[in-house]
């Protein structure tokens, strides 16, 4: 069936750091591809999204690129802040009628 | 612009309980989701609603939740009786149902069930 897996945090980085986030799918066919960003106290936002392969989605300094080789969707950040720390989803879609299936989430954390 | 809405927040309640789940969606969006978040995992669809049609309600536990939403507006998500693993955040979205943007959903922020 159609799964989402991403690493398993929490992750802890101090400020100005690298991030990255990994993130591999199973799904049939061409699925839509989403980040989420859940902080705290407050619903999921989309962070970004990207709808066919080698597609880029960026936003807020986050990027992640679709690729349909390694089946992957890996979030990046050159430079995190700590009003970065949150959870992060990674998700699928297989059509625009289908449903979103998420991942677990990973809680990232970020040191002053 | 207004959120989704969402009420209560929190609610804790003893098993074998009623409980109701009050969702008021993003002006203009016909499409509304309830899902249910596990501590530690992702959201799960329970049932999506186009206007007042119930289009997949396939992961709906049917003998204890029931939703509805009348007029195409509101939604309301009841558990009868609630079981200790209930326990959960419930999550209530909404997206526009058409164009590009038919699967950007936008997040209400949840609530928080507990049973005792």
């Known amino acids: 069936g159609n799964s989402v897996t991403q690493m398993e945090g929490p992750v802890t980085l101090s400020e100005e750091a690298f991030l990255t986030i990994n993130c591999t799918y199973t799904?049939?066919?061409?699925?839509?591809l989403f980040w989420y960003v859940q902080y705290p106290g407050e619903g999921l936002q989309l962070l970004l999204k990207?709808?066919?392969?080698?597609d880029k989605g960026s936003n807020k300094g986050f990027e992640a690129t679709y690729r349909k080789e390694t089946t992957s969707f890996h979030l990046e950040k050159g430079s995190v802040q700590v009003s970065d720390s949150a959870v992060y989803f990674c998700?699928?879609?297989?059509?625009?009628?289908?449903?979103?299936?998420f991942g677990k989430g990973t809680r990232l954390h970020i040191l002053p | 612009e207004a959120g989704v809405v969402q009420s209560p927040r929190y609610k804790i309640i003893e098993k074998k309980q009623p409980v109701a789940f009050w969702c008021n969606p993003i002006?203009?969006?016909?499409?509304l989701y309830w899902y249910l978040q596990n501590l530690g995992q992702g959201p799960e669809l329970l049932i999506r609603?186009?206007?007042?049609?119930?289009?997949?309600d396939s992961q709906l536990p049917k003998d204890r939740f029931s939703a509805e939403r009348l007029k195409g507006v509101d939604s309301t998500l009841k558990i009868q009786p609630a079981e200790l693993g209930d326990s959960a955040v419930y999550l209530c979205a909404s997206s526009l149902g058409r164009g590009e943007s038919y699967n950007e959903q936008f997040f209400g922020p949840g609530t928080r069930l507990t049973v005792l």
């Open positions: 002006s203009g969006h016909n499409t």
């Open positions: 990207a709808t066919k392969a080698d």
């Open positions: 799904a049939t066919g061409y699925p839509s």
């Open positions: 998700a699928l879609s297989r059509s625009r009628d289908d449903k979103i299936i």
């Open positions: 609603y186009e206007n007042e049609e119930a289009v997949d």
